[in-house]
């Protein structure tokens, strides 16, 4: 069986589909715009294409795509990032081969931040409370009209976080011990009481969806950012619309990232599952994890999102993801239906999660099978980046915990026996510090 996979080049999670597909026998071939990137630097990749990017010109993308298919006969097309998926979620029937989701309308309803939220409430999962944009402060004046001897009220506070270092809305997971939260606490969400201008930051600010492959030009990805207030937010919206995205304004929590990834059959019966507690992410406060361990499923969070699955309609990979607070009740951030980045975990632990998906896609039987704990996974640049910047207990010692934590981890990029992703991504430093 082949497989095609299609990204813009150094998606960590592609190149773990990458892995993983070939170990459980696929024939794997890699799309991208140019270069060597992760994936397609990979020893198990056998073809490489050139596949330009679907938000630069979904046209262009899809007659790539195709010849591919053609040419090499694949049967299943996966899109590594929102814009590939949606992308080929809309053209499905001009693809020429099995793209493995459920109908285009329970795609964008799934990944759609709003209705996620509307539909994770309904089956009894926490998410963050929505706080309504309109009632965000009045946007910064124009310094020019203000007298130099009054201070500007929109300056940042120089104590809260540098919102253009923060990536995803993913608070720090800095609470020791990789435990699952108490299933007991799992409840709908409290209804939004307040208007936003009483508000005190940080907020997360996302866009409903973070790609919009079908206008020509729109950026690859509309990031997630916690900004620090009401004003850092109003801006942060703007820019959001002015990138062609439809923004939602949340609370901020801190607390413990937490993630359930499971591939379900037609129906919403879960085949293949795995549990995760991150111990480190980046960027510090609201990042992806570099650290995390495998953890017991807990059977309320499992149960409760097979319900959401099934009411989204869901068919194949989807990650969930939680922030879990002080006060121990998980709350849903995010539901990623694709590859996502520490991926190789789960395939560490035993549970294949694209072989799964791959094998539902062409109609094979896949027997259920499930992570299990105690597995550790680093994404090991990520993690240096961290102890650069927090300095647990001193740089030095920092540093050296990062690399004593490497040995016995699954890497998502490192890998002795397939070195040349990580050679590929040093040389795409080295070549950025040069530029």
């Not at 309109?134 to 809260?160: E, G, H, I, N, Q």
């Not at 409903?208 to 997630?224: C, F, Q, S, V």
């Not at 934590?405 to 950025?432: C, E, K, N, Q």
Request: charged residues 25%; glycine residues 8%.
């Amino acid at each position: 069986m082949r497989a095609l996979i299609v990204e813009t080049g150094f998606s960590r999670g592609a190149l773990a589909a990458v892995r993983a597909l070939a170990a459980a026998g696929w024939e794997v071939g890699v799309g991208a715009p140019a270069g060597a990137g992760l994936a397609s630097s990979s020893r198990y990749r056998r073809r490489r294409h050139l596949v330009p990017a679907a938000h630069e010109d979904r046209d262009a993308f899809l007659t790539a795509v195709r010849r591919a298919v053609r040419d090499h006969g694949y049967d299943v097309v996966f899109g590594a990032g929102e814009a590939e998926v949606l992308a080929l979620s809309l053209l499905r029937d001009q693809v020429g081969a099995i793209v493995p989701h459920a109908g285009h309308r329970q795609v964008v309803r799934a990944i759609d931040k709003q209705e996620l939220s509307e539909a994770a409430e309904s089956v009894g999962i926490l998410t963050a409370r929505a706080l309504d944009p309109s009632t965000l402060a009045p946007s910064a004046p124009d310094p020019s009209t203000l007298d130099p001897s009054t201070p500007d009220p929109s300056a940042p506070d120089p104590s809260a976080p540098d919102p253009s270092t923060l990536d995803p809305s993913t608070p720090d997971p800095s609470a020791p011990g990789p435990s699952a939260p108490d299933p007991s606490t799992l409840g709908p969400s409290a209804p939004d009481p307040s208007a936003l201008a009483g508000e005190r930051p940080p907020l997360v600010v996302k866009s409903r969806l973070h790609a919009h492959p079908e206008r020509p030009g729109a950026p690859p990805r509309i990031d997630t950012l916690v900004v620090p207030g009401p004003e850092a937010a109003r801006r942060r919206v703007d820019e959001v619309r002015r990138l062609g995205g439809e923004p939602r304004v949340e609370e901020f929590h801190e607390g413990r990232l937490m993630a359930y990834a499971a591939v379900t059959a037609v129906g919403g019966r879960v085949v293949c599952d795995c549990m995760q507690v991150a111990s480190r992410i980046w960027p510090p406060g609201a990042g992806a994890s570099c650290r995390a361990e495998t953890v017991r499923v807990d059977p309320a969070i499992s149960g409760r999102a097979a319900r959401l699955l099934a009411a989204l309609g869901w068919f194949g990979l989807a990650q969930l993801q939680f922030v879990v607070p002080e006060d121990g009740r998980p709350r849903l951030i995010d539901l990623n239906g694709r590859f996502y980045g520490s991926m190789a975990l789960a395939t560490a632990a035993g549970a294949n999660l694209p072989a799964a998906w791959a094998a539902l896609a062409v109609g094979h039987d896949v027997p259920p099978t499930r992570a299990r704990p105690g597995v550790r996974y680093q994404w090991l640049e990520g993690d240096l980046r961290r102890a650069a910047v927090e300095r647990r207990r001193g740089l030095l010692l920092d540093l050296a915990g990062t690399l004593r934590f490497a040995a016995g981890a699954v890497h998502s990029t490192l890998s002795l026996r397939d070195p040349a992703p990580a050679l590929a991504r040093i040389r795409a430093m080295a070549a950025a510090r040069v530029r």
